[in-house]
């Protein structure tokens, strides 16, 4: 039997923290643990996790330090082989682990792999197809669909620089794929749940503008990704700049600085001006 570790770090989400550790115990699949990971929160999550009746429940409170500190705590603290780790206002469906259990089973050789997701957008759900051949271009992945083996991640781990949260997965990713394909199946396992409390909608233009610069440090710096993507760095660069452009366009405060990154991108891979992200930031600007 595969033990598999589900690993949830929270900040302040008492009201929502049940949803994703409800789904968790909701498996046809039940050999796992959940570890969750509290990032200092200041509200009543203690309180909401212990009323929950599981054993399968492990529950940590660490002094703030952003979530890839806390998913690499969660980690050093499982007891499985297999690792997953679930944001704190996501949900998995209940045949998840089943399904990954399956693919491991059938595909011995796998050390890191990843599955498809919905979005839900005010109870609308909208699928969500994976282009996982362009992961220099941007994150395709959610971290609640990737399974990795322990082994390989405490190699590895998410960058702990605060600075880059948000972003500390898509640095992850980037790293692994210069050791090892990240398999992809097309089966949908589990749900992004869109809302104004994400941290990705909260805008601090400052901190975003210092957020990407310092993630395309870390990024251009690796001399095994530059390797690997060498005649592809182009496309990081405009993913990376416009990535930000679209974030900032979600401020009307902030239009002259998301006109500027946008056409930062654009100059090194002109084509995108034709994507779908482009058009989205064009809406955002103009409308």
């Known amino acids: 039997m595969i033990l598999f570790s589900i690993i949830i770090p929270t900040y302040n989400r008492a009201h929502l923290i049940s949803k994703p550790i409800e789904s968790c115990l909701n498996q046809t699949y039940q050999n796992f643990e959940i570890i969750v990971v509290d990032d200092g929160s200041t509200d009543n999550t203690e309180e909401v996790i212990q009323s929950i009746s599981s054993n399968k429940i492990k529950y940590f409170k660490i002094q703030n330090s ?61 699928p969500h197809l994976t282009n996982y051949k362009s992961l220099i271009s941007g994150n395709p992945f959610s971290c609640n669909n990737i399974a990795i083996q322990k082994s390989l991640f405490l190699q590895h781990k998410f960058n702990e620089d605060r600075t880059i949260a948000g972003l500390e997965d898509w640095e992850l990713w980037l790293r692994i794929s210069t050791h090892t394909e990240i398999k992809h199946f097309p089966i ?75 056409l930062k991108g654009l100059q090194y891979q002109p084509s995108f001006l034709f994507s779908r992200r482009t058009a989205a930031i064009f809406k955002r600007l103009f409308f």
């Not at 979530?67 to 997953?84: H, P, Q, V, Y």
């Open 66 to 126: 952003e979530r890839g500190f806390a998913r690499n705590f969660g980690a050093e603290k499982s007891n499985g082989n297999w690792l997953i780790f679930l944001d704190s206002d996501d949900i998995i469906y209940p045949d998840y682990l089943k399904t990954y259990y399956q693919i491991i089973v059938e595909n011995p050789h796998l050390v890191i792999f990843h599955t498809e997701f919905d979005i839900i957008i005010q109870k609308n759900k909208i």
């Open 188 to 262: 949908v396992t589990s749900a992004i749940i869109q809302h104004n409390e994400r941290s990705v909608m909260q805008i601090d233009k400052d901190k975003w503008i210092k957020k990407v610069e310092t993630f395309i440090h870390y990024v251009t710096s690796n001399p095994e990704i530059q390797m690997k993507y060498n005649h592809q760095m182009h496309r990081f660069y405009c993913g990376a700049y416009t990535y930000l452009a679209l974030h900032l366009s979600f401020d009307k405060k902030n239009r002259k600085e998301a006109w500027q990154y946008l």
